[in-house]
Nanobody, 117 residues
Framework: QVQLVESGGGLVQAGGSLRLSCAAS????????MSWYRQAPGKQREFVAA???????YYVDSVKGRFTISRDDAKNTVSLQMNSLKPEDTAVYYC???????????WGLGTQVSVSS
């Protein structure tokens, strides 16, 4: 089992920045892809960003140029630097770890990000 704990959420004004972190512990399997998803009230959970074990990164179009995902395998963490935040970025942000072979997938409990206009 793998446990994922997110941190770094909060309330920020539009145009501000936040940095989310996700710490993984337990029986971590490699290689894996670490991802961030978000879910706004009344909406489905959506993909935000991902980083593979090889360092390849992927973003949803709406955050390209504003968000940066990174991972530190020595510390078993993944981070999401969020700049130029917009009210539409308001959501609960979830961390996900998925093994490259697709056999195992784990989710954190989420951290709230609120952006005021």
């Amino acid at each position: 089992q793998v446990q994922l704990v997110e941190s770094g959420g909060g309330l920020v004004q539009a145009g501000g920045s936040l940095r989310l972190s996700c710490a993984a512990s337990g029986s971590i399997l490699n290689p894996n892809t670490m991802s961030w998803y978000r879910q706004a009230p009344g909406k489905q959970r959506e993909f935000v960003a991902a980083v593979t074990s090889g360092g390849n990164t992927y973003y949803v179009d709406s955050v390209k140029g504003r968000f940066t995902i990174s991972r530190d395998d020595a510390k078993n963490t993944v981070s999401l630097q969020m700049n130029s935040l917009k009210p539409e970025d308001t959501a609960v942000y979830y961390c996900k770890q998925r093994t490259t072979d697709g056999r195992y997938e784990y989710w954190g409990l989420g951290t709230q990000v609120s952006v005021s206009s």
